[in-house]
């Protein structure tokens, strides 16, 4: 089955303390992007990645980390995490590196607890 | 700048049609997505315009007027199981290669018994 997987679905964490959110996609994609979405804020992209080794800041990076060493994952790191970091996070993936995001396809989310 | 523009929510009656709008300011336009979210799920895609006029795939119709920064999704024959956020995204040509997608703040819509 075609599918984003994100991992952990839940987690509620400390100030400081690092975490890693994995993500993983099995359509052979190119471009993966991880997005955060608040209430009234809706979804709001934190990093993308047009290919291997190549990766973009989006609207709110600040705070976050990414990699892309593999085709199929693009985890997102939180070196520091602080409360304002609280959110649900979703991993989206798509076809077509050169035009940027197509039809994308998330992951089930997940969703993070700064304390 | 960008801005996307909907309802915030929206209330309809089973087996009605709704028509979620959706208005946008945006350079460098280059396709609008509709997505679907239910509660505590991740947004799955329910259509894509980018030609003016009216893309329809069973219950669910989208319209776009490049020329008016608008769009509209148009569900009809409304089952319980539409209640939801309906996500407006326009995407954006950033010189280069690269496109960006901007996503609007959702329409919760309830539908009602």
């Known amino acids: 089955e075609a599918q984003v997987t994100q991992n952990p679905r839940y987690l509620i964490t400390v100030t400081g303390k690092k975490l890693t959110v994995t993500c993983s996609q099995n359509?052979?994609?190119?471009?993966m992007s991880w997005y955060r979405q608040d209430p009234g804020l809706g979804l709001r992209q934190i990093y993308y990645?047009?290919?291997?080794?190549?990766?973009d800041k989006g609207d709110v990076p600040e705070g976050y980390k990414v990699s892309r060493k593999e085709k199929r994952n693009f985890p997102l790191i939180l070196e520091s995490p602080s409360p304002n970091q609280t959110s649900l996070y979703f991993c989206a993936s798509s076809s077509g590196s050169h035009s940027g995001a197509n039809v994308l396809t998330f992951g089930a989310g997940s969703r993070l607890t700064v304390l | 700048g960008q801005n996307i523009d909907q309802p915030t929510e929206m209330t309809a009656t089973e087996g009605a049609i709704v028509q979620i709008n959706c208005t946008y300011q945006t350079s460098g336009f280059n396709g609008l997505f509709w997505y679907q979210q239910h509660a505590g799920e991740a947004p799955t895609f329910l259509s894509y315009n980018v030609l003016d006029g009216l893309e329809e795939k069973g219950r669910f119709s989208s319209f776009l007027s490049r020329s008016k920064g608008y769009s509209y999704l148009l569900l009809k024959e409304l089952q319980m199981k539409d209640s939801a956020s309906y996500l407006c995204a326009v995407r954006a040509f950033y010189g280069g290669a690269t496109n960006k997608l901007i996503f609007g703040t959702g329409t919760l819509l309830a539908v009602q018994p």
């Open positions: 359509m052979n994609h190119e471009y």
């Open positions: 990645s047009m290919n291997v080794e190549v990766t």
